[in-house]
């Protein structure tokens, strides 16, 4: 009995422990999400600052060539093959910036595949510790009834050996 206790005890424990490791999961994964939130802000913050800077360059260029007519076509030249730099560095970044984007969605389906995976793992241990301990009260039942049946075996052997005894001494 005091195994079974202890048993049961432990079970407790032990799902206690599965509801703390759940919760310490779902926290990570918020914090996940936060982050790539964050992330993703920082990376469209500094776009938006790289597309000032290209426009304060632009601008520039366009002073330059406007007060230095004799070398406009030069100016213009750098000022296109600059700009064609810049924008095709615009470009790789955006598309590694889309590619990360897409690979931090397919990693989120992932988790919250592996989430829900999770989740039903638990409901299916918690079912199997409801019959378990179901099955333990029954296993229990039947062990105090055992005992009872015992007992009145022996109290009645011991009853019809008083009667032969008392039978006897007669």
Same mark, same amino acid.
């Given at each position: ?22 919760? *310490? ?7 996940? *999400? ?13 776009? !938006?600052?790289? /597309? ?64 829900? !995976? ?12 409801? !019959? ?16 009872? *049946? !015992?007992?009145?075996?022996?109290? /009645?052997?011991?009853? *019809? ?10």
């Amino acid at each position: 009995m005091i195994e079974i206790n202890k048993i049961q005890q432990i079970k407790i424990l032990a799902s206690s422990k599965l509801l703390e490791l759940h919760k *310490t999961i779902e926290n990570i994964l918020l914090l996940s *999400t936060k982050n790539r939130e964050k992330r993703k802000d920082d990376i469209k913050i500094k776009l !938006e600052e790289l /597309k000032k800077i290209m426009n304060v360059c632009k601008k520039d260029c366009e002073v330059i060539l406007n007060e230095t007519e004799d070398s406009k076509l030069h100016l213009e030249n750098i000022y296109v093959k600059e700009l064609n730099i810049r924008n095709d560095h615009i470009k790789k970044a955006q598309e590694n910036i889309n590619k990360i984007e897409n690979d931090i969605d397919e990693l989120t389906i992932k988790k919250n595949e592996l989430y829900k !995976e999770y989740q039903i793992i638990c409901k299916e241990i918690n079912m199997k510790n409801k !019959e378990l301990s179901e099955q333990m009260s029954i296993l229990s039942l039947y062990k105090k009834e055992l005992n009872d *049946t !015992e007992h009145n075996y022996l109290n /009645k052997l011991s009853n *019809t050996n008083k009667s032969k005894h008392m039978n006897q001494e007669r």
